[in-house]
């Protein structure tokens, strides 16, 4: 297969040195991975096979697509959505536990004479989940529930609303214990661990966190980048000044320029909130990004980098706390934005 003109470099001990500080701030809980969105846009069978060697036991994907992609591997996986009529031939075969959702679903599995599973309790995020009265009434009594789970809306906030919302979510959550055969209980996402003993119960689900993500200030210093966008230079060009770069003619150049010009646009999710904010790099030096992003091509301002050639690669910055102050966009869009396109490349 031709080689794409644009790379992910991907870094596999950061990628298990987050997970290891996650499962280190989750104390006595089991630290679990989320590796749903083709782990966060990463590639989820490489991701998910690394942390394996780093230690993780706990793995959970959005859908049973994604749960067969992973069954090569063995791994104890969750199925976040729950199962559908459609998806029972999977369900049935062993390789995934359903997260069971709803009422219907609870019935279809029972119904199945369904072996391990999940629930969701809904605690008050209004998203996904069983009431928390049909759970304590006893609605999967019965059933080889191993784990009881619910979901924090407002885990990256601190104090007022999001800290009264977290704690009667937390409360509720730990009202069910004993209440269920369920083996353990798990509330906490990446944001979540941060929060305290109380929110970890016996098994914690980081997922932005673990790809170098920061979903609360107080973790910036724990974690560590994991991806590192690269794309090829197609063109150099001289840009006289006065001349204009890019659609819409946004940029002008005030001096003579050199303009480089890279494979890589917003349908890479290189998003267009990048025009003239961006920056990339190369040997040391920062080179801006001009103009509008178009959808496959990219244009930076190369002075900084007076040797530049077509062929050369590129590095675009792509810290993601700071990416998403500069975009707007949140950090899990950054994240599983990032196309098919590109090649791969763990190092």
């Not at 701030?25 to 782990?39: N, P, Q, R, T």
């Not at 009431?131 to 906030?157: I, K, N, P």
């Not at 609360?216 to 590192?228: F, K």
């Not at 509008?292 to 930076?300: C, E, G, K, N, T």
Request: net charge negative.
């Amino acid at each position: 297969m031709t080689a794409a003109p644009l790379r992910l470099r991907l870094d596999t001990d950061a990628l298990q040195s987050n997970w290891r500080t996650l499962a280190r701030l989750s104390g006595s809980a089991a630290c679990g991975a989320a590796v749903k969105a083709d782990g966060y846009g990463l590639g989820a069978t490489e991701v998910a096979r690394r942390l394996a060697e780093a230690g993780c036991r706990d793995f959970f994907v959005s859908n049973w697509r994604e749960a067969e992609r992973l069954a090569p591997l063995g791994l104890s996986v969750a199925v976040l959505h729950g199962v559908r009529e459609e998806d029972m031939g999977a369900a049935l075969s062993g390789i995934a536990r359903p997260v069971l959702n709803t009422p219907a679903q609870v019935a279809r599995w029972r119904a199945a004479g369904g072996g391990p599973c999940d629930a969701m309790v809904d605690t008050g995020m209004n998203r996904l989940g069983l009431s928390v009265a049909d759970v304590a009434g006893g609605m999967v009594e019965g059933l080889e529930v191993d784990t009881l789970m619910s979901h924090l809306a407002r885990a990256e906030e601190d104090g007022g609303e999001a800290a009264a919302m977290n704690e009667r979510q937390r409360a509720a959550l730990a009202a069910l214990a004993g209440r269920t055969a369920a083996r353990r209980l798990s509330l906490a996402n990446s944001a979540g661990i941060a929060l305290g003993e109380a929110y970890r119960f016996d098994l914690t689900r980081p997922g932005l966190a673990l790809y170098g993500g920061v979903p609360r200030p107080d973790m910036a210093g724990d974690l560590l980048s994991v991806v590192r966008p690269e794309a090829q230079v197609i063109q150099r060009r001289l840009v006289p000044a006065g001349e204009t770069v890019g659609y819409n003619a946004t940029w002008t150049a005030r001096v003579d320029t050199a303009v480089a010009i890279l494979n890589i646009g917003y349908a890479d999710g290189y998003g267009r909130a990048f025009s003239d904010r961006g920056t990339a790099r190369l040997d040391g030096a920062e080179l801006p990004v001009i103009g509008r992003v178009s959808m496959d091509l990219l244009a930076i301002d190369a002075t900084a980098a007076p040797d530049v050639r077509e062929g050369d690669w590129v590095e675009i910055t792509y810290i993601l706390p700071a990416a998403s102050a500069t975009t707007g966009l949140s950090q899990y869009e950054l994240l599983t934005g990032l196309g098919d396109r590109y090649d791969r490349v763990w190092t």
